[in-house]
């Protein structure tokens, strides 16, 4: 694994945003518990890529994808497939699209904000085409 300190220093550095993807093994990790522990303290939020590759047995390996619906947050774990000599890769979801995956925020508030730039727009913000 990348060290906890490198990890927390690319936190700061927002090296886990999008568009940059990561890819983590470990031929240690056999716990979920481990990794997340090991990675709450950091902001891999929806908008991240990040995949964990860690064993299984000597044959096969898992591979998931790990992001939280807001700073601070519970790790969410998504099982993507896994990989092994004889068949190679097995693909576990329909939809390959992280956007498309992660659409359930489970009550997770959003901000938003608009600019107007023509101020008859107001009377028109709830048009539907």
């Not at 709450?40 to 898992?62: F, G, Q, R």
């Not at 601070?72 to 693909?91: A, C, L, P, Q, R």
Request: charged content about 25%; overall charge positive; aromatic content about 14%.
């Amino acid at each position: 694994w990348i060290s906890y300190i490198s990890c927390f220093k690319a936190n700061k550095l927002d090296l886990f945003a999008s568009p940059l993807q990561w890819i983590l093994f470990s031929s240690a990790l056999s716990r979920m518990a481990i990794f997340e522990k090991y990675f709450s303290e950091i902001d891999i939020l929806i908008d991240s890529d990040v995949t964990l590759l860690y064993p299984k047995n000597n044959a096969t390996i898992y591979i998931k994808k790990i992001y939280q619906r807001h700073r601070k947050s519970f790790i969410v774990v998504e099982s993507i497939g896994e990989w092994n000599d004889i068949s190679g890769y097995e693909e576990y979801m329909n939809e390959t699209v992280i956007w498309r995956r992660r659409n359930d925020m489970k009550g997770t508030q959003l901000n938003a904000c608009i600019v107007i730039t023509n101020n008859n727009s107001m009377n028109h913000l709830t048009d539907k085409r």
